[in-house]
């Protein structure tokens, strides 16, 4: 499976579309100073070279310099560990960054082809190939979590949690190892959804970028309109809507089943017949090392 998948988006979808929302009524013409999401920003700092899964850029000097302030990454086909590793090195070279987070999505057991399950690919041969819209109409919102199909699993999840950490009080850089107080949270969209921490550490997030656009303003001599209008902007109370989170989570992983099914079935059509993609892949290695066709 390539990546990253539907799965993989779909939180990270739903997550950036609820900030632009919310960027997007920053009361600052755009060529003064703009706020804007980047799901393919590059970061290149001291240790790492990246493509975090969302950014959060502000822009001066009307675009020619941009700087990330919230990153996110998520850990789904990547490790935990791996993601962990990133966040450090974005929160050691930018230590003026405001927010970083990870979604962590755990499957329930690993995604296996039927290759070594010949009475299945026997019956998906002996079948049309579903179409997406064939396939939606085996979907349900409620049973996104484990994805079985003509008798085969394509998808299972055990959770989703989302982590999120914030600038310290006083301006101190994020610690990633302080998994308490008001400037971390952790809650579940998946098997529980409880999201209340996270709208309020989000809401912090938001705060912070006010403070640090309004900083922005004043040292560039602005109006005072525009700085007023800035001092009452607020961020709704709600940034992140739990319906909208799990309604993308489901539509991923069902996208995410269609694709293992599809990409299975297209190569079980091109294999011969009685053979499994697997049994006919090993019969080509073998044939290649023996010098014959097949």
Same mark, same amino acid.
């Given at each position: 499976m390539s990546s990253p998948s539907a799965a993989h988006k779909s939180v990270l979808g739903a997550i950036t579309r609820s900030l632009d929302r919310i960027l997007d009524t920053i009361p600052v013409p755009v060529n003064t100073l703009g706020c804007r999401t980047a799901p393919t920003e590059n970061i290149a700092t001291d240790s790492i070279k990246a493509i975090p899964d969302l950014?959060?850029?502000? @822009?001066?000097? *009307? *675009?020619?310099?941009e700087r990330p302030v919230w990153l996110m990454e998520c850990a789904f086909l990547q490790s935990d560990c791996n993601v962990m590793r990133k966040l450090d090195a974005y929160v050691r070279d930018i230590p003026d960054l405001l927010v970083v987070g990870k979604i962590l999505i755990t499957q329930a057991e690993r995604y296996a082809s039927p290759g070594s399950n010949g009475s299945i690919a026997q019956q998906l041969r002996s079948s049309d190939i579903m179409t997406w819209e064939e396939w939606l109409h085996n979907h349900s919102v409620d049973d996104f979590h484990r994805v079985v199909v003509d008798g085969h699993m394509w998808f299972s999840l055990s959770s989703v949690e989302i982590h999120v950490w914030t600038r310290q009080a006083g301006g101190s850089p994020i610690e990633l190892d302080r998994l308490d107080g008001d400037e971390y949270a952790v809650r579940t969209l998946y098997p529980t959804v409880n999201l209340d921490d996270i709208n309020r550490i989000f809401l912090r997030g938001f705060e912070l970028i006010k403070e640090d656009v309004l900083w922005k303003l004043v040292t560039t001599n602005v109006d005072q309109s525009l700085l007023d209008r800035m001092?009452?902007?607020? /961020? /709704?109370?709600?940034v992140l809507d739990s319906t909208l989170l799990t309604n993308a989570l489901a539509l991923g992983a069902w996208a995410t089943a269609y694709k293992q099914y599809f990409s299975w079935r297209s190569e079980l059509k091109s294999t011969p017949y009685n053979m499994t993609p697997c049994e006919? @892949?090993?019969r080509r290695k073998t044939a290649k090392r023996l010098g014959h066709r097949d």
């Open positions: 950014s959060v850029m502000i @822009s001066t000097k *009307g *675009g020619m310099f001092e009452a902007w607020l /961020p /709704p109370p709600c006919y @892949s090993l």
